[in-house]
């Protein structure tokens, strides 16, 4: 195992002059960091969608382009000598504006992933060389060149073995000498084409990465102090969690807290590295340790949301008392790669809920060709506008009392769907995301601030 932690900045954490200069403070009192995976500024990478979904109209194309002009001028400009950086940040953007030009004539997922790369790739040369000038011994590098995907553009899945080859041959020998600076979110498959781990993915590449360096730990900087009971800003009363097991901030991860990729804590569990949460704004507040296993295991943990849910529900009466239904459906759903998150059944139904794990961004959607597939077999009824409440925590569904104490604090709520019982860590339910919020404050009222 390395001796060094490999450090992750999120968007907001590199978003202007002032934001990378306190990273740069962070990773000055941290010698032991000698890895940073650097996401875009913030807001570039929407900019970069909305370009890559394909602006047929110049004027409004010019108008996304010089808003991503701005952004990162306004940061050189702070520089004491950021000629060199300014003309790989301007190479990059005629890149960009050669591309956004294409997906305007037709866009695709190869497309879409070159163009939306580019954020974190003009991201670094700024905060490489911001980091020389505060007399860091910095150098920024091209993670495509060690993290290696298959094709699978807009949701690639990593190559684990050769990216850990090129990680020892290339990244280790180089954090012996200096702090590298690289790229999240990004990598490139055996065509040397630029893929995307997926939207959120600058976690999960950095994870990827520190696995690969066999790091002594991950430090994931973001904009709030560590890992919550909930949302702040839903429920204002929300404490943080000094210590939290894998388990337990995977189902956060997964249901909806955005303070961590949903497959960040894979890597870093394969190989027991443990994972640290703060603020790059206020990092004297301290933050959430994640390990293999938590000092404490608390009944009730924390409350997620995820918002953007579709929900698909399948009825027929060929269902009852037969076999073999559910597997034809899931034939469909994996032919073409439909990811199913949620599921609950009935005697004539199913229903279910879809992933959503590409870049595109917004609700996932049931294709047409998949909906006609599936309506020879039954009838398909698609609801969108829905969010999942996932209530954490540990040994639930043994524990008498908890059921009715949760429910009960829902009785004035129609609830969709309910997932219980198939894990020890979580209750999750289905509503409209119109009450979604209200339902998460009255619950956090109920379970954590008595």
């Known amino acids: 195992m390395s001796t060094f932690n490999v450090a992750k900045f999120g968007g907001t954490s590199v978003a202007n002059f002032e934001a990378m200069s306190r990273c740069a403070s962070i990773i000055e009192s941290h010698p032991s960091t000698r890895l940073v995976v650097?996401?875009?500024?913030?807001?570039v990478t929407n900019l970069l969608v909305e370009l890559a979904n394909g602006v047929q109209d110049q004027e409004q194309r010019t108008s996304v382009l010089q808003q991503l002009a701005d952004i990162h001028e306004a940061i050189l400009s702070k520089l004491e000598n950021g000629a060199e950086a300014a003309s790989e940040v301007y190479?990059?953007?005629d890149t960009v504006t050669s591309l956004a030009e294409a997906a305007s004539i037709q866009s695709s997922t190869k497309l879409t992933d070159h163009l939306v790369a580019c954020g974190e790739l003009m991201s670094t040369h700024i905060l490489a060389q911001l980091m020389r000038e505060r007399g860091i011994n910095a150098t920024r590098f091209d993670i495509r060149d060690v993290l290696k995907t298959d094709s699978q553009f807009g949701r690639a899945e990593p190559d684990l073995e050769e990216t850990a080859q090129q990680a020892q041959a290339l990244l280790v020998p180089l954090c012996k000498e200096q702090v590298v600076v690289t790229q999240g979110f990004i990598g490139s498959n055996q065509d040397g084409d630029t893929t995307t781990l997926g939207?959120?993915?600058?976690?999960?590449s950095a994870a990827?990465?520190?696995e690969a360096v066999q790091a002594s730990g991950l430090e994931i900087w973001t904009d709030v102090p560590g890992i919550y009971t909930t949302d702040p800003r839903i429920a204002p009363k929300a404490a943080p969690i000094s210590e939290i097991s894998f388990s337990e901030a995977s189902e956060m991860a997964n249901f909806g807290a955005k303070i961590l990729h949903p497959s960040t804590l894979v890597p870093a569990l394969r190989h027991d590295i443990p994972v640290f949460v703060g603020s790059s704004r206020e990092p004297e507040k301290g933050g959430t340790w994640i390990r293999h296993h938590a000092e404490t295991s608390p009944l009730y943990r924390a409350l997620?949301?995820?918002?953007n849910q579709t929900m698909v529900t399948l009825r027929s009466a060929k269902m009852f008392h037969a076999y073999g239904f559910l597997a034809k459906v899931f034939e469909i759903?994996?032919?073409?790669?439909?990811?199913?998150d949620l599921i609950t059944t009935s005697e004539i139904s199913v229903s279910l809920t879809l992933d959503q794990t590409d870049t595109s961004g917004g609700a996932p959607?049931?294709?047409?060709?998949v909906r006609e597939e599936l309506e020879e077999l039954c009838h398909v009824e698609v609801e969108h506008n829905l969010s999942v409440v996932a209530l954490i925590g540990n040994n639930m569904s043994s524990s008498k009392g908890s059921a009715k104490q949760v429910f009960g604090t829902l009785e004035d709520f129609n609830l969709r769907m309910i997932c219980y019982g198939a894990s020890q860590h979580n209750l999750?339910?289905?509503?409209?995301?119109?009450v979604a919020k209200q339902a998460i404050q009255r619950l956090h009222q109920e379970l954590f601030e008595q």
Do not use: M, T, W
Not at 333 to 340: E, F, G, T
């Open 38 to 43: 650097s996401s875009a500024c913030s807001g």
């Open 91 to 93: 190479a990059i953007l």
């Open 199 to 204: 939207r959120g993915g600058s976690d999960y």
């Open 208 to 210: 990827l990465i520190a």
């Open 304 to 307: 997620a949301l995820r918002n």
């Open 333 to 340: 759903l994996a032919k073409h790669k439909i990811s199913v």
């Open 365 to 369: 959607q049931l294709p047409q060709a």
């Open 428 to 434: 999750c339910f289905l509503l409209h995301e119109s």
